[in-house]
């Protein structure tokens, strides 16, 4: 059974940093190089927003406009954890954050229009992030 378990959520102040991980489980080591791992966030009374994420195979990643440049995701494929470095964080970016794994490749998460959660296989429990200003 696969799961994704997400820690490093909390409140910080505008300005400062937060570092999300997800501990991967379940998955054989070919279908682990198949997925690309990531992270959504939904805010209160808001749609989910595909956030980033970090195909396993290649390193290969993806990130919305609304974090280019402040965020980082790095994966390691040994211990199968996926991390997101989030850096000079708003109040914008305070919502639920959910890891999530889907197929990796042309036919995968990652369209021509985004990050896509309806092509997501599994998904996290959800760690909350709060930045006050």
């Known amino acids: 059974e696969v799961q994704l378990v997400e820690s490093g959520g909390g409140v910080v102040q505008a300005g400062g940093s937060l570092t999300l991980s997800c501990a991967a489980s379940?998955?054989?080591?070919?279908?682990?190089?198949?997925?690309?791992i990531g992270w959504f966030r939904q805010a209160p009374g808001k749609e989910r927003e595909g956030v980033s994420c970090?195909?396993?195979?290649?390193?290969?990643?993806y990130y919305a406009d609304s974090v280019k440049g402040r965020f980082t995701i790095s994966s390691d494929n040994v211990k199968n954890t996926v991390s997101l470095q989030m850096n000079s964080l708003k109040p914008e970016d305070t919502a639920v954050y959910y890891c999530?794994?889907?197929?990796?490749?042309?036919?995968?998460?990652?369209?021509?229009?985004?990050?896509?959660?309806?092509?997501?296989?599994?998904w996290g429990q959800g760690t909350q992030v709060t930045v006050s200003s």
């Open positions: 999530a794994a889907g197929p990796a490749g042309p036919e995968g998460v990652v369209t021509s229009t985004g990050y896509d959660a309806e092509r997501v296989d599994y």
């Open positions: 379940g998955f054989t080591v070919d279908d682990f190089d198949d997925y690309a």
């Open positions: 970090i195909a396993s195979s290649d390193g290969t990643t």
